[in-house]
């Protein structure tokens, strides 16, 4: 047996979530992202005496979105904790979060497994807290320097419980959670820019052991994919050692995207003392239910709720998959089908035509100017047969995004395309597409049957494009087979 296959990985994930509040956690500075460094400083951000930090309503409110959408139970009385610790770039020396009481405590995250069965990951804890400044040591040779904008800015702690079992299962984890938070407006989920951050806390233990291994927690991954990477060189790395006979320490790791590799930031062995105290600046915050009420409220769809709705409308697990990935696809589908039954066909209009339009033009569905009822009608003016799918595709649908006030039907009509479902007429063109060729139609009865695109490319141009594919190729065959 291989020595890995002996092993099971136990993993759980600190997620950061950096909100997209205007002003930061306490303080009204703003959080504009890319201004000049230190221009977003005021003296509450760095802590000076006399200055009173103040919470941001916000934060409270994208704190309770969220523990909605992942179904926790949301604290009545939050209060806030200082967690001391040094760093050159936390100008007060502490950061203001919450310890004892979490706003959020329990709820789950369901993934997707390979097999199609869903497993549900237990949220420990989500808590409220602020952000640090930047240090950047590559900028200078000789001085790292600092920025503070981003230090008060708020941030949500999402812990998991450790019941990740694979590199695998974290990437769909953090994709859950970046999917959920860009669904509830809270967080723009961007790994790469560093507003959404993922720790990995990573032991394994051999298979049927009820104790936990000794951990390590791993830092800087800034994408989903480097999560599981950083995860599944870990658990080797770490069984590796245990099969040498070493002992895992607890260290802080750094994960080097480049390498692929981990190595020891610092060590853990020494158990953090924080040395969290109640923060005296802050009364504690009081969330009723009717404010959880009217939260609920203003809730948008979730993706699962969507995706559950649209499998049991028939759709298949990967168009309900594409639909409700991000967010203003699955509204703009909403809206579509709002308007047309036909659902299978208006998932394909907007999975196949329309994304691909979006993906040829690099924009973004918010930047797409057909609206959805449009699609809708075209859905429906096809499903009534004055129009061939293909037709739709290749005239209507381009003609559309450029007359965005008519409806497809004017359109068509407008431009002579509505479809000859004549039989008798078609027939007749038929009949003229093969007598244009009878050296050719002999040699199609001798056998040579791929003949037939030729006499429909006929069909099709006699008819200027208006015969429906389907009918045309039936009456041909039928002409010529007499
Ligand atoms: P800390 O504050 O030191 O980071 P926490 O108790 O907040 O510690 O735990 C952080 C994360 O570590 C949680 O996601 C938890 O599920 C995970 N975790 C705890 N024990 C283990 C372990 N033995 N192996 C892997 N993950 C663990
Ligand atoms: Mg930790």
């Not at 990740?164 to 938070?181: D, H, M, N, P, Q």
């Not at 830092?219 to 599981?228: P, T």
């Not at 959880?292 to 049991?312: A, H």
């Not at 004055?386 to 003609?399: L, Y």
């Amino acid at each position: 047996m291989n020595i890995y296959d002996k092993y099971e990985a136990v993993i759980g994930l600190e997620i950061h979530a950096q909100l997209s509040t205007k002003s930061k956690a306490y303080a009204a500075d703003s959080t504009e992202y890319g201004v000049l460094p230190n221009t977003n400083v005021s003296p509450i951000t760095l802590g000076h005496p006399g200055t009173l930090p103040r919470s941001n309503k916000r934060v409270i409110e994208y704190a309770v979105r969220l523990g909605l959408a992942v179904k926790s139970d949301i604290r009545e009385v939050n209060e806030y904790a200082r967690k001391n610790y040094f760093y050159a770039d936390l100008p007060k020396g502490y950061q203001i979060t919450q310890d004892k009481t979490p706003i959020c405590t329990g709820g789950y995250i369901t993934i997707k497994q390979e097999d199609g069965t869903e497993k549900n990951i237990n949220i420990t804890r989500i808590h409220m807290e602020e952000d640090a400044g930047k240090s950047i040591h590559d900028i200078d040779p000789t001085d790292s320097l600092i920025d503070l904008n981003r230090a008060g800015v708020a941030l949500l702690e999402i812990v998991s419980e450790p019941e990740i079992r694979s590199g695998e299962e974290a990437y769909k984890y953090v994709t859950e959670v970046r999917r959920l938070v860009r669904y509830l407006d809270i967080c723009d989920g961007n790994m790469e820019e560093g507003s959404m951050r993922c720790d990995a806390n990573v032991s394994v233990r051999l298979k049927g052991s009820k104790e936990f291994g000794k951990r390590t927690e791993t830092k800087n991954m800034n994408s989903m994919r480097n999560v599981q990477r950083a995860i599944e060189y870990e658990i080797k790395r770490q069984i590796d050692a245990i099969e040498r006979g070493e002992v895992i320490s607890q260290d802080t790791m750094n994960f080097d995207a480049v390498t692929g590799t981990t190595s020891v930031l610092r060590s853990k062995e020494m158990a953090n003392d924080y040395r969290y105290f109640p923060e005296p600046d802050l009364q504690p915050v009081l969330v009723t239910q009717e404010y959880v009420n009217e939260v609920k409220r203003t809730l948008p769809p979730l993706p699962n709720d969507l995706y559950k709705k649209y499998i049991s409308l028939g759709l298949s697990d990967y168009d309900a998959g594409v639909l409700t990935d991000s967010k203003e696809i699955a509204l703009y589908f909403e809206e579509i089908i709002s308007k047309t039954k036909n659902v299978k066909s208006a998932s394909n209009w907007l999975t196949v035509q329309v994304k691909s339009f979006l993906n040829d033009n690099a924009i973004h569905i918010s930047d797409f100017k057909v609206r959805p009822e449009r699609i809708a009608q075209l859905v429906d003016f096809i499903d009534s047969g004055k129009v061939s799918h293909t037709m739709a595709i290749q005239k209507i649908f381009p003609k559309m995004m450029e007359e965005l006030e008519k409806t497809p039907a004017q359109i068509a009509e407008e431009n002579n395309w509505i479809q000859e479902s004549n039989t008798d007429a078609l027939a007749e063109l038929a009949k003229q597409a093969i007598s244009k060729f009878p050296e050719k139609v002999a040699e199609y009865k001798a056998g040579k049957t791929s003949l037939l695109g030729l006499f429909m490319g006929e069909m099709m141009k006699l008819s200027k494009g208006k015969a429906d594919p389907k009918v045309a190729s039936d009456l041909v065959k039928k002409l010529l087979d007499e």
